[in-house]
């Protein structure tokens, strides 16, 4: 692959979450009965930042978990081996929430369709709402998501990439030409 351009850096990805914090807030009219979900793998440490965030702007701690869609993928019987069972981890009872699931990016929606049948599998939320840093198109399912931190039209020979500092050592969004 080859590196088409530096699309955010550490600073723009920690505006965009704060203006995705904002707008949670918002449209929720504050924070009680949020759950935010990170979808395995780098949803996560996002999840983990709209929390800070939330805490800071409103002195209210939400509760954050992870949710694995490994189990719940509709392309399960084209991979070549059963895909490994990671860990949801649900920090509370999610029945009659509002469940923030957060992604790093939306492509077609099938991740995200994956999540909300994982979510179901934990309990009945009052809805379920998708936060994602990056939308970059071409969606194969009717999702949509509620907050995006970037959209960014992409081809299908292009790849985003998110990079966070948990895994990749820095912050930032990268785009691929393949």
Do not use: W
């Amino acid at each position: 692959m080859k590196l088409k351009s530096e699309i955010m850096d550490e600073a723009a990805v920690r505006r965009s979450m704060t203006r995705i914090t904002h707008e949670i807030i918002e449209k929720n009219s504050g924070v009680s009965d949020l759950v935010l979900l990170g979808i395995h793998r780098r949803g996560m440490p996002l999840a983990a930042m709209l929390k800070e965030n939330i805490s800071r702007f409103e002195g209210k701690e939400v509760p954050v978990g992870s949710i694995d869609i490994s189990l719940y993928r509709d392309d399960l019987t084209e991979l070549g081996n059963a895909p490994a069972e990671g860990k949801s981890e649900i920090p509370c009872d999610i029945t009659g929430k509002t469940v923030i699931l957060v992604d790093d990016v939306i492509y077609t929606g099938r991740t995200v369709r994956a999540a909300i049948e994982a979510v179901f599998h934990y309990g009945r939320p009052k809805n379920i709402q998708l936060a994602v840093l990056i939308d970059r198109g071409h969606r194969e399912l009717p999702i949509r998501p509620d907050y995006v931190g970037k959209n960014i039209p992409t081809s299908h020979t292009e790849v985003v990439s998110v990079m966070v500092e948990e895994y990749d050592g820095e912050t930032g969004v990268r785009l691929f030409q393949l």
